[in-house]
């Protein structure tokens, strides 16, 4: 069974980076033909895909995040990380990690979620 737990900062002031840790366990982040996901839901509104980093360590980011976003890992932890720069009160959300299953293109493990509030 695979578990995911995020960590960070549940506020942070605008202009800064927000920085959040997914640490996972039951299974290596390295594991071929799976990859690693930030996904995000404002209040009241859809999730939002905000990229992912692949088990060969490749990334991929939403367009119209590409230019704050960052996702790293650090497979000795079997962690990946998110970080968002220039935050604003509208990158307030709960914040989810995920792992994909690259071939089936779905999500088949959640994060349970952190909330992540911008404001001074």
């Known amino acids: 069974q695979v578990q995911l737990q995020e960590s960070g900062p549940g506020l942070v002031k605008p202009s800064q980076t927000l920085s959040l840790t997914c640490t996972v366990s039951?299974?290596?982040?390295?594991?071929?033909?799976?990859?690693w996901s930030w996904i995000r839901q404002p209040p009241g509104k859809g999730l939002e895909w905000m990229g992912v980093?692949?088990?060969?360590?490749?990334?991929y980011y939403s367009p119209s995040l590409k230019s704050r976003t960052s996702i790293s890992r650090d497979t000795s932890k079997n962690q990946f990380s998110l970080q968002l720069s220039s935050v604003t009160p509208e990158d307030t959300a709960v914040y989810y990690c995920?792992?994909?299953?690259?071939?089936?293109?779905?999500?088949?493990?959640w994060g349970q979620g952190t909330q992540v509030t911008v404001s001074s």
């Open positions: 995920a792992r994909v299953a690259v071939v089936a293109a779905t999500v088949d493990y």
């Open positions: 039951g299974g290596s982040i390295t594991t071929s033909y799976y990859a």
């Open positions: 980093i692949a088990y060969d360590g490749s990334t």
